[in-house]
């Protein structure tokens, strides 16, 4: 490998590296968004007294089923 193939490869990996990076920012921001819509949907379905919400505190958890797994 010449000195020229060296630099284009450093340059490409720079590229990449800074790809890599914007990518992770976005899939933090779209996480972020994720639990700020997760947050959302619970404290929506807590308002509503017709929808019992289980925790990971109960004993037997129901599910969308209403059968008690667990």
């Excluded at 490998?1 to 800074?18: G, P, S, V, Y």
């Excluded at 959302?40 to 599910?63: F, H, N, R, W």
Aim: with cysteine; proline share 1%.
């Amino acid at each position: 490998m010449n000195e020229q193939q060296a630099n284009e490869l450093i340059a490409a990996l720079r590229e990449q590296t800074a790809a890599q990076m914007a990518q992770t920012d976005a899939i933090n921001r779209l996480a972020d968004s994720n639990v700020a819509l997760c947050d959302l949907l619970i404290q929506s379905m807590a308002e509503d007294d017709t929808i019992e919400i289980t925790t990971l505190d109960d004993l037997k958890p129901q599910y969308l089923s209403q059968k008690a797994r667990g």
